[in-house]
């Protein structure tokens, strides 16, 4: 394996965007080491939070849609291209 992406930990809905990285690496700032800033989207859905599932995936869609800020924004626009939900 060459890639690793490291999430977020987080209990929230919404944890974060998490990181591509090269597992060769020998340190997190060398050069390279670094594939993608951002390159996933990680959310919670479940029963553990307090709105309702069907809230969650009612908010996850409207930020699909494009309600999200900054690069969060951004990413979730990218992912709302690759197909309908």
Do not use: C, D, W
Request: proline content about 4%.
């Amino acid at each position: 394996m060459t890639a690793g992406i490291s999430s977020p930990i987080s209990s929230a809905f919404l944890s974060g965007l998490g990181v591509a990285f090269s597992t060769g690496a020998i340190h997190k700032l060398s050069k390279g080491a670094i594939l993608q800033e951002e390159s996933a989207i990680h959310i919670n859905v479940g029963t553990f939070n307090r709105p309702s599932v069907s809230t969650q995936i009612g908010l996850l869609r409207r930020l699909l849609y494009g309600e999200g800020r900054g690069a969060l924004g951004e990413a979730l626009s990218l992912v709302s291209k690759v197909g309908p939900l």
